[in-house]
């Protein structure tokens, strides 16, 4: 038969030798995670309860050394004696928690993920962001009932808001009425006596110059909203930058490549390249360029938030034709000679040449 003795240390996930630090530790913990204020499962707050049952008994030495003697006879009847010595904590934990939940309870943030191209981020746009959030039914105004309530006594704890359950002896909020006691029977349509409802929100947000990945731009009061009366929670938007078909950004600098012809190579001259403000930038290509050369462009790079920008770094590739025409080939075929190409043969020289090589399909 299961023993009616709780036994603290398993609720609070601790070793029987466990010090006061460690204890406290396995509260704190347990008690953000079950609090009523970031738990809204029923459940929760009757865990709750039990946490801070726990805690109260072996937080405290005189209280923790008389429950471990009970815990070692195993008699049942001194625990229920000792768990009435401890009732009136309870009960101060059950009042407090009734009088909170009347309270004005601020709205829960919300937390999205902006996607931003690097002009977007780098220059500053006015970006619209749509998602749902709760707020206050609009037909019950948030109250749960159209008009004057109609309840009955909740016939799960008759009318006391608490109730005794399990092998635990003390009272706790009854989960079918919540701890008031009553049930409406005539709650809002709308909302089904929550009081609130979703709804799809669409705001348009400023995003700063300079704005870089993982930035976090917050919205206030553009979360969900409050509870009783609270103000709303606030919006946070984690900025990713999407993947740029030119550039690639390496903290405030950004490369890209810019193919280049072979006399262009040679001989030098000018060629043009984009940048972030979609117009072209001319660049001066040195004559003698290799293919893989790089060329830096001061100030041309991603913008920083206090108006400084990174660079510009260009890699230069040699673009090789893969069809030129019967005049490109001539003028080719006479640089080559030109150069002392002695590789280069081209028409049937060529093909008599690798014919034995290729095998007839």
Not at 147 to 162: F, I, L, N, P, Q
Request: hydrophobic share 30%; net charge positive.
């Amino acid at each position: 038969m299961r023993s009616a003795i709780k036994d603290y240390y398993r609720i609070l996930g601790v070793e029987r030798s466990a010090t006061k630090d460690e204890i406290k530790k396995a509260y704190r913990k347990l008690a953000r995670l079950y609090h009523p204020d970031r738990n809204p499962d029923p459940e929760a707050e009757e865990k709750f309860k039990e946490i801070n049952e726990a805690y109260h008994v072996l937080s405290d030495d005189e209280k923790k050394e008389e429950y471990d003697r009970i815990l070692r006879s195993g008699d049942e009847s001194k625990f229920r004696d000792f768990v009435e010595y401890i009732h009136e904590f309870i009960e101060s934990i059950i009042k407090g928690e009734r009088e909170k939940a009347r309270r004005p309870k601020r709205g829960q943030d919300i937390r999205l993920k902006l996607y931003l191209s690097l002009e977007e981020a780098g220059l500053g746009t006015e970006k619209e962001v749509e998602y749902e959030r709760w707020i206050d039914c609009p037909d019950c105004e948030g109250k749960g009932v159209k008009g004057k309530a109609e309840t009955v006594v909740c016939h799960a704890c008759e009318g006391k808001g608490r109730r005794v359950s399990g092998i635990f002896s003390f009272p706790r909020p009854c989960s079918v009425c919540r701890g008031r006691g009553f049930i409406i029977k005539n709650p809002c349509p709308t909302c089904f006596g929550r009081g609130r409802v979703t709804t799809q929100a669409k705001i348009k947000i400023n995003v700063p110059p300079g704005t870089d990945e993982g930035e976090v731009l917050k919205v206030p009061e553009k979360g969900h909203f409050g509870v009783n009366g609270g103000k709303p929670g606030d919006l946070y938007l984690r900025v990713f930058l999407m993947e740029h078909p030119v550039f690639r950004k390496v903290n405030n600098d950004l490369f890209m490549e810019k193919l280049i012809s072979y006399p262009l190579a040679v001989l030098g001259g000018v060629t043009k390249v984009p940048s972030l403000e979609e117009e072209e930038i001319e660049v001066f290509v040195q004559p003698g360029t290799e293919c893989g050369s790089t060329k830096t462009i001061p100030g041309k790079g991603f913008p920083l938030a206090d108006g400084r920008r990174g660079n510009l770094i260009i890699t230069f590739r040699i673009e090789v034709p893969k069809n030129v025409s019967g005049k490109h080939k001539k003028l080719l075929e006479k640089l080559a000679k030109e150069l002392g190409e002695e590789g280069i043969e081209v028409g049937e020289g060529l093909v008599n040449r690798f014919k034995g090589w290729i095998k007839p399909s």
